[in-house]
């Protein structure tokens, strides 16, 4: 239970900016009828900029939840699913247009985990990940 009150702890506290300059990599959710996607979002086994899409990360490793907005600034929250089936999220995190978030995930408890991201209530997009044991 102490990692999942870390966790909490760091998604709140912890929604930090990572860089400045736009993502080259990583998911975005796919829009009706051809448009550009309005978002960008994945999960990365590290919390730089520099840190490339993955679908597994090490047991110790440090993890991240990125998001950008493509299109205007908004404000987002952020869910982590765990293996247990708890749930835990960072409200309110305010992104800047064009600007590249990440939101650190420090979970060690191996298994499948959900990050799900979220604007004006809505489910913008959501990528699973496993931590390894």
């Known amino acids: 239970m102490k990692g999942l009150n870390a966790l909490g702890v760091a998604l709140v506290v912890a929604a930090m900016l990572a860089a400045v300059l736009p993502a080259t990599s990583g998911a975005a959710p796919q829009t009706e009828k051809g448009a550009a996607p309005a978002y960008k979002h994945y999960v990365g086994c590290g919390i730089s900029r520099n840190a490339k899409p993955a679908s597994a990360c090490p047991r110790q490793s440090k993890k991240g939840a990125f998001f950008k907005s493509l299109k205007a600034s908004v404000t987002y929250s952020v ?18 247009q064009g600007t590249l978030y990440v939101n650190k995930i420090t979970s060690t408890i191996p298994g499948r ?3 799900s991201w979220f604007v004006k209530g809505k489910k913008v997009g959501s990528t699973a990940f496993r931590v390894k044991r």
């Open 79 to 96: 869910c982590v699913k765990f293996p247990s089936g708890k749930n835990l999220c960072a409200k309110a995190q305010e992104a800047d």
């Open 113 to 115: 985990h959900v990050v």
